[in-house]
């Protein structure tokens, strides 16, 4: 168990440290100069020099990735070139924003998949879980801004249930909130949920092929209170795991959704960053992106352990 | 040249998408206008969010269309017609050698700190833009010898050699009027004269104007004006449907128009712009220095055609570099009329078919969908082209307009004024012509009427020469609620005006 601890806190290290050069190493080899983009294409080379100066990208580029590294150690993640304000609030803002998205589609997520992924599979021969199984591939197969387009033009504009985008922080107008929250989250979840489905299928699926359900069924338990009792754990290893790797693609999903719905997230942030060239921020967001990401899996690796027992046991 | 401070495509930028510029004010602070409509609010629709407040050292058309007008505002502007009227200057008068400039300044400005408006004010944001600015457009005050405040309410500047540039510019944002206590933090709290005063920015969301009460002209009628950023233009769009926004400030995509023309809950609002779509040639490669093969270019494309297909035939074809709203305009599309024959013809004699060209697109939407038409049209011509994207603005910035990396290009030139600018030998055009530089200089130094008849002859003169190909002027087109009045037609200025919106 404390080995296990130790392994994977040393590959999350590990995968920081490597992540974080090559974080570093795209935006070096990025073509545009952020100094040329903030000063306008007429501006005289020394101008540009002198901004570049003041950005500190005239420094040896070793320099400024341990820099940029140090500040980041500490909490502080500079100043953004372009509006010259400190980029470590703004992100700790859109990260907010893009929390609840992301949260919310999750549980919208799980709450279609866990129920749909086992009714498919335990009727799995049957019409209603053929039915349920169709409607997931149409749903895995629509990516997540399409199903948002489809969701706007369906429940906004034409019947007007619901705003067609924007953003209401939570303290300012709690019922805005959840009303522009719903559609950018069901676009999400809808999507992941299906793909979710398919997973929560088979793991069932392979649960109720196992001996010890097959005893259960023996005793004398029926069907779903058998799986209950005892699958449903067993069933949630994989799941766990494709739970953690979808976090991931939600993150991303959320920055197209995000345009798609206009809302102020890290999605938005990252995309003006990288068209203002403004380096140091989009370096930040996607290295905040990437640092979420493997903590989200480590994490998932630490849930098998609990959800496991065999895994306690050193291999 | 330098008169023509040259200045950045960032401006297209402003291009963004299409014209982000703005209408200006006719009605000036001081005359009719609206009684304000008590705390009624309003939201405008718009495309590219500032990256920050400051324009004295960020570039790009965004932070103006917001700022300049409504929060800032100059000696001068320019009304919706073009004309250059007074704004904190009541009048002023230029003396015989064109060199010194007298202007009487309004006594009853005040900055919205509180500090009153001076002609010190006046002297001091003319010699900051020397000092302290740093984007490109700083130039435009190279000509500036000294301003003096002769007393608090008159300013005399004095020029190095005339230059009727130097009053225009005055109307752009190098004319924005600072307080001498007010510019510690342009880029998060302006502080102006205007009659809106900066009220508070979501960044990735929206800006909020209020109406300043203290406002020495007629005050708006709007209490609150939301400006609201949307990089989507189908969201922009929704918005409207939805209600959540009472005007889409620029209509990105004209094909969408139909929704909002066929609903009688809505007004459209088509007029013109500064911004000139340019299929710029690079002017410095062998073949186009040969003439006939810059003609043929042009009269290979079918414009008519071309804006059918990419701008749903909305806009204006001009046929140089000038736009109808300023006073040397002419229409200049007869001077190379679509002749696929003659093309191909004049090709053939300069021996240029089969050569192939290099066209190198901003990833644009228009600039895209314009590029697939000019490819097509010119190969039926018997020249070959190559298209390439490159991502707008950094790499095509530094590729076509910095290195000039490029045969062919498209971009929307949305500056107002910008001949002189983009047709020089140092801009990415590369177009050296020193018939065109001394009748620009000739319109510069010269009084009104020579200023007029001398850039009529500089626009003939690129026009017939080829210096490039003009392919439309991007039309001002705004959706906005019915009962929305005072909204503009023309969008030339770098200013989106906001102080003569009313609702009936």
Known sequence: ?315 | MKSYPTRAIALLGAALLTATVAACSAGSGTSGGSSPGGDQSLTIGLVAEPASLDFTTTDGAAIPQVLLGNVYNGLVKQDESGKIVPDLAKSWTVSPDRKTYTFELVDNAKFTNGAGFTAADAVFSINRVKTAWTTSLKAAMDVVQEAKAVSPTQLQVTLTKPSNGWLFRMTTRVGAMFSQTGVEKLASDPVGTGPYKFGSWKRGDSIVLQRNDAYWGTKPFFNQVTLKYFKDPTALNNALLTGTINVVGTVQAPEALTQFTSNTKYQVIEGTTNGEVVLSFNNSRPVFKDIRVRQAIRQAIDHKALLDTCFAGRGKLIGSMVPPTDPWYEDLTSVAPFDKAKATAELKAAGATGATLRLRLPTLPYATSCGQVVKSQLEQVGLKVTIDQLEFPAAWLTTVFKNADYDMSIIAHVEPRDLGAVFNAKYYTRYDDPTLVSLLAAADAGDEAAQTDNMKKAARRISEQAAADWLYLIPNLVVADKNLTGLPTNAITESFDLTRLARS
């Open chain 1, 1 to 315: 168990m404390i080995l296990r601890l130790v392994e994977r806190t040393a590959v999350l290290l590990v995968s920081l440290a490597v992540a974080s050069v090559l974080v570093f190493g795209f935006m070096a080899v990025l073509p545009g100069d952020p100094a040329r983009v903030a000063l306008g294409v007429n501006a005289s080379d020394e101008a540009v020099a002198q901004l570049r100066q003041q950005f500190g990208l005239d420094r040896s580029l070793a320099t400024q990735y341990v820099d940029w590294l140090g500040g980041l150690l500490q909490g502080d993640f500079g100043t953004s070139y372009v509006s010259k304000v400190a980029i470590g609030p703004q992100i700790a803002d859109r990260f907010q924003v893009t929390l609840w998205l992301v949260v919310t589609a999750m549980i919208v997520a799980l709450v279609l998949a866990a129920p749909a992924g086992t009714v498919m599979a335990a009727r799995h021969r049957r019409i209603s879980g053929l039915a349920l199984s169709a409607l997931s591939q149409l749903g895995v197969a629509v990516p997540a801004f399409l199903a948002g387009i489809l969701l706007i033009m369906v429940f906004a504009v034409k019947l007007g249930w619901l705003p067609a985008n924007g953003w209401t922080p939570p303290a300012e107008d709690p019922g805005m909130f959840l009303k522009q929250l719903v559609l950018p989250a069901l676009s999400l979840g809808l999507v992941q949920g299906a793909v979710l489905t398919r997973y929560v299928r088979s793991a069932v699926l392979d649960v109720l092929r196992e001996d010890y359900l097959r005893t259960a069924r023996a005793k004398g338990l029926r069907p779903f209170p058998a799986l209950w009792r005892h699958g449903l754990r067993n069933a949630a290893v994989p799941v766990v795991t494709v739970l953690g790797l979808q976090l991931a693609t939600l993150l991303i999903g959320a920055v197209v959704v995000e345009r798609v719905f206009v809302i102020p997230g890290l999605g938005s942030l990252l995309l003006d960053g990288v068209s203002n060239r403004d380096l140091l921020l989009v370096q930040d967001v996607v290295m905040v992106l990437v640092v979420a990401v493997l903590v989200v899996n480590f994490l998932v690796d630490l849930l098998y352990v609990a959800l496991d027992p065999r895994l306690r046991v050193s291999r």
